[in-house]
């Protein structure tokens, strides 16, 4: 019997598939990964959950590529003698037995966390490394990324600096809060799976800038200035912000503790935020925060 097979009607089903979308979970933390992005004012939303977070399928897919990738990286780095691992966490039962382990980088696999300078900020790092070809006996932070043909053409040419600041912010927060004093940034073309790595030196400035950064998203209790350009107009990223109908006062923002007048930011810790009502004067946990409750006021957005 024979089947006819119709291209068209799969290219239609895969794009229709790729273009669904699902509810992001909220964040309880601020993660670092994202501190060097130039709109501080979008970093305060995403602390806020002022926008509920989509994410296509599409998406995703970027997002899984770029974690499958670490695996044949930290593989490759260690067939050239390089040696990635990550700190076992203080006081837990594997740093009784050692204070490293060693890292694959396999799907599931628990990467370090670290903590930034300020309450709820933290994120999880690719990894640690030693033996680094011209790095001496240094401990680098090893951060990967994959890229398309342009951006990895212009890493090369301008180093990951000028060419991708925000990932050189990225390295240079996380290099602060384990202090270490070099990065190498391993970047992967995704057209030819060419391979490009790149020691970063730590720069105490800039460290000092995000942590300014940290400051201004977690206690202010406005939302930092708009992104806009010399003429005052809406920088052309907006338009790629999930946050632009709150921003420009479309939406109302998110209800949650994050985005009350009541929250007491001052008195957050790691895992709660406090609420500054005189007849409630109880921490929030993470659960609690989503909610909101009766007493709700929302921020100025």
Known sequence: MKYTFSVDAVNDVLR??????????????????????????????????????????????IFDRGHLEEERVIRDLKSIG?????????????????????????AGEEQEEVLGHFPHVKSKIDGRCKNVPGGGDKDHLLEIKTMNQNSFNKLIKDGVEKSHPKYYAQVQIYMDVTKLERCLFVAVNKNNEAMHAERVKRDPAVAERLREVQRDVIFSRVPPPKLTTSSGALSWECKFCPHIKVCANSFPIGKSCRACVYCDAVEADGEKIWCSLVDVLAPRDFAEQKEGCEHYEPLCQ
């Open 82 to 106: 390089i040696l990635v691992f990550a700190l076992n966490p203080p006081g837990s039962e594997a740093a009784k037995y050692a204070p490293e382990r060693e890292l694959f980088g396999t």
């Open 16 to 61: 229709a598939w790729s273009e669904e979308e699902s509810t992001a979970p909220r964040r309880e933390f601020l993660g670092l990964s994202g501190i060097g992005d130039p709109c501080v004012r979008r970093l305060w939303y995403d602390y806020r959950w002022a926008t509920e977070r989509k994410i296509s399928n599409n998406l995703q897919r």
